[in-house]
Structures are given as C-alpha cells and as structure tokens.
C-alpha cells in the first residue's frame, strides 16, 4: 500500500501557528488597551477607595455578559473581553495543530493533540461552571 503524501508541511503549519499566536495575542492587546483607554476617558478623575474590596460584578465575570457590555461600549467589559481573548489564543492554537495534524496525517500526534485539547477545554468549561 502506498503512502499518501501529507497536504500540508510541518512548516506551514508552523508558520500558520505562529500567525495565529501573533494575531491572538495583538488583537487582545488592542481590546485590553482600548477599554483602558476608554475607561480612564470616564473614570480616570475619579478618587480610588483601597480601603475596602469590592469585587467585580458579574457583568464582568461571564463570558456571555462581558460579550454584551463590550458590545455596548462598557470599558471593563471590554478590558475582559480583552482578557478572554488571550486566554482562548493557545486554546485556538491547540486547535490549529490538530487540524494541521489531521492534514498531515499523522494520527500520534491528531490523538496527543486531541487529548491536550479535551483537557483544555475541560478545565476552561469546569472552571467557568465552578464561578457560576
């Protein structure tokens, strides 16, 4: 039986991943800086209380709502959603490498790649039930 040849290269997968790393990580730091920006614009002249902790509300703590509030224009909303976004960028590349491991054919790699993809997104999906 003859082999199929792979179609795609370890180096445009590379080179796919390390864009995709680049755009992730840019992307949110554009998001977590514009909502800086936009909440000093609108709070920055405000006096700070360190005196007493007051934790973030839950419009800043469910992905669904940081959706909606940095879709609205609220600046914590969107430095979260900033945040998010970098968390999700290596989730996404885990993702690229299957993709591109199942291109290739190389099913090692598509099942240790798949398993550090389970893993991932189990504990992205337990944590995120776990503050619920």
Not at 7 to 16: G, K, N
Request: aromatic letters at 6%; glycine letters at 10%; a positive charge.
């Amino acid at each position: 039986m003859e082999k199929r040849k792979p179609s795609i290269s370890d180096s445009e997968i590379e080179r796919m991943v390390s864009v995709l790393l680049l755009t992730g990580v840019l992307i949110s730091g554009a998001v977590v800086l514009a909502g800086g920006f936009l909440f000093l614009s609108r709070h920055g002249s405000e006096p700070i209380n360190v005196s007493k902790f007051v934790g973030q509300p839950s419009i800043d703590r469910h992905a669904q709502e940081i959706l909606r509030g940095a879709f609205s224009g609220r600046a914590r909303s969107l430095i979260q959603l900033g945040i998010l976004l970098l968390i999700a960028t290596p989730i996404a590349r885990v993702a690229l490498s299957l993709v591109g491991f199942a291109r290739e054919r190389d099913g090692k790699y598509m099942l240790i790649t798949a398993i550090v993809l389970a893993v991932l997104l189990y504990s992205l999906i337990s944590g995120a039930a776990g503050t619920a």
